[in-house]
């Protein structure tokens, strides 16, 4: 059995570019969630992704989008990056029947200058 | 007032001790609690989750829920320098509908000296 695997491991990035980061879920799970972690946070909801279709969003503006693709893989997209958005970005996945568990990759720190 | 609330540490102990963190939360319609254990740079890992009130157990680890005081804990036995991280807890409004939302604390670091 595979676990969550994200892509890249880090990245750094300047104000207003735009951020691709990619997720695989684990063998079995169909539904794939975004997390932004900050420094010394807890991680927050960004959105959840089933069927290819966003389904579920927090509180955060439409400039962070993604995709899901019909192998379940996820993109979280960022456009127009704030320094704000330095975070951690982690992806969790899990069946769509047991949301109860949801298992973590180990995320993708980004840094913006 | 933040929906759930955890002490952020950091938290020291000498190896074997036994280790309580906790968290309050504010929501009532929260059902399903969860702790998850992150390494420095790695991702959350799912220790254990509890649906509603009440204790459960796995080996050295102990959750308990309690809905009526909106309080929840998690016992580490016989803490070893291993468990040294920080410790998330999680818990959500899930009611095996669209999307299982988790709302975090904000952690707290343990650190067990050997």
């Known amino acids: 059995e595979t676990g969550v695997t994200q892509s890249p491991t880090h990245l750094i990035k300047t104000r207003g570019q735009q951020v691709t980061l990619r997720c695989s879920s684990q063998?079995?799970?169909?539904?794939v969630s975004w997390y932004q972690q900050a420094l010394g946070q807890g991680p927050q909801f960004i959105f959840q992704?089933?069927?290819?279709?966003?389904?579920g969003r927090g509180n955060f503006p439409p400039r962070f989008s993604g995709l899901q693709f019909p192998n379940y893989s996820s993109e979280l997209n960022v456009n127009a990056l704030e320094l704000d958005d330095s975070a951690l970005y982690l992806c969790?996945?899990?069946?769509?029947?047991?949301?109860?568990?949801?298992?973590f990759g180990p995320g993708t720190r980004l840094l913006v200058l | 007032q933040k929906e759930v609330e955890q002490d952020p540490g950091p938290l020291s102990v000498p190896e074997g001790a036994i280790v309580s963190l906790n968290c309050t939360y504010s929501?009532?319609?929260?059902?399903?609690f969860m702790w998850y254990r992150q390494y420095s740079r790695k991702g959350p890992e799912l220790l254990m989750y509890?649906?509603?009130?009440g204790n459960k157990e796995d080996g050295r680890f102990t959750a308990q829920v309690d809905k009526s005081s909106k309080y929840i804990s998690l016992f580490i036995r016989d803490s070893q320098p291993s468990d040294s991280a920080t410790y998330l807890c999680?818990?959500?409004?899930?009611?095996?509908?669209?999307?299982?939302?988790?709302?975090f604390g904000t952690g707290t670091l343990l650190a067990v000296q050997p």
């Open positions: 969790a996945s899990s069946t769509r029947h047991g949301q109860e568990t949801q298992y």
């Open positions: 063998s079995g799970h169909n539904t």
């Open positions: 992704y089933y069927r290819e279709e966003e389904n």
């Open positions: 929501n009532s319609a929260f059902q399903y």
């Open positions: 509890t649906y509603s009130s």
């Open positions: 999680a818990m959500s409004a899930y009611d095996g509908g669209a999307t299982n939302k988790l709302i």
